[in-house]
């Protein structure tokens, strides 16, 4: 696969220490770009505020953001748990746009890119908050991608799950028989997509090769989602 030309782009990484992060951070830099890579928290309006100001002219946004999901029945999901996944993932993402959109409309270019969940693509048992949070996320994008399509700015998710990450897939998940089994049986291409090769069609999105995908949401998942 030949590699994305990111060459003078500018290319803010949320969590660029966790889910997607390294893997994207590594790529993307290697295709040429810039990359703000942050760690700091998304928790608050004027965290995400300050985080766009000091970052000075961003060509790309890349919303990297996950947290570990629970595994609660729906009956005994808390309040505290749901918010805390919308607070994590959905408020992030919609402070983040509202901050960077401006300077973008007004040079009439840009693109935001979410790293998100197949989650929201198919029923998962016991994963009900976790995919609501990330159903927000690709409604989001949605809409945001088709209202700003004519600034020339592109809005657009990668939906993804089998996945080699940290977060959700660390090593001694992988380690266990039982996974590979599932594996094998669950998803299609029978392995986990590797970091690289997700990593990389992130950097092709971010690219100008892509100016024509609007509010678009990509499995990336193996086959386990369509």
Known sequence: MTPADLTGKRIL??????????????VLSRCGAQVVADTGSLESPEAVNQLVSRSGQIDVLVANLGVPAPSTAVVEVSDDEWRSMFTHMVDPLQQLTRAILP?????????????GSASALRGMKRASSYSAARGAQLAYVRAVGVEMAR?????NAIAQNFVDNPT??????????????????????????????????????????ANCFVGQIFPVCGGWAD
């Open 168 to 209: 959700y897939f660390p090593a001694e998940i992988q380690a266990k028989p039982a996974f590979q089994e599932r594996l094998q049986r669950e998803v299609p291409l029978g392995r986990l997509v590797s970091a690289e090769e997700d990593a990389q069609f992130a950097a092709y999105l971010c690219s100008d090769a």
């Open 13 to 26: 990484l949320t969590q660029a220490d966790a889910f997607m992060g390294p893997a994207l951070h590594a």
């Open 151 to 155: 600034h020339n700015i592109q809005i």
């Open 103 to 115: 300077a973008m409309i007004e040079r009439q270019r840009g693109k935001i890119l979410l790293m």
